[in-house]
């Protein structure tokens, strides 16, 4: 795929998950990916992100800044949100907090098959503990 | 520039910081930027960069993963090191540290004009409080 291309099918998967639209994720990652380095199947991915969506009802994957190339996609995602639960170790206190994640995607055959994640969980941690 | 040049020219900028050639930053940094949304100057960069490199003499950055297109470079480092001194508020306790930062550069002519930079805060100190 072209880096244009692979950042529409990007885009597509984002509104999948803000559109909860979980059920469709086996048309944008693989069977089997790696995860931070770890192996992950495509159902722990879900329960990932389900788990998050639990912690974090409002929770909007809004795409900050994207860069392509026809392998990979690197997303600033910025999030603002309320957590309800216990999101990355961290306890809620009810306010709505502003943070950032850093993900580098690398697809194979258009679907999802290896994610670097960075969250700003020092930025969290400092709005939650106000 | 294309992503192939932008790409060339964010190598040549890295090799810059592990040769020490702060003196030669002009060459890639704009005058004023952004970094992590507050402005600073290149002065204050460099500034930053020496700091890093202070407190941690042995100091590498390796591009584990690079992403680039007309505009843009995305840029996962890997970095094992040690610091010597206090970095990002956390104290050494003078064993080697492995850490990613996902950094994200806007060009303008060239040169960087604004930086995302976010860095695996979390795994450091996990590492450093051991």
Not at 28 to 33: I, Q
Not at 66 to 85: G, I, Q, Y
Not at 117 to 125: E, R
Request: proline share 3%; aromatic share 10%.
């Amino acid at each position: 795929m072209t880096a244009r291309e692979l950042e529409a099918r990007y885009r597509q998967y984002i509104n999948c998950l803000n559109d909860r639209r979980l059920d469709e994720l086996d048309q944008f990652v693989h069977e089997e990916l790696i995860y931070n380095d770890n192996p992950m199947s495509r159902r722990d991915y879900r329960d990932l992100i389900s788990g998050d969506i639990a912690a974090i009802p409002d929770l909007f994957f809004k795409i900050g800044l994207l860069v392509a190339d026809d392998r990979h996609v690197a997303c600033r995602l910025d999030f603002h949100c309320t957590p309800t639960a216990s999101f990355l170790g961290l306890q809620p206190n009810g306010k709505a907090v502003t943070f950032s994640e850093h993900v580098f995607y690398r697809f194979r055959n258009g679907k999802i098959g290896q994610v670097w994640s960075l969250i700003d969980k020092a930025s969290l941690a400092a709005q939650l503990t106000k």
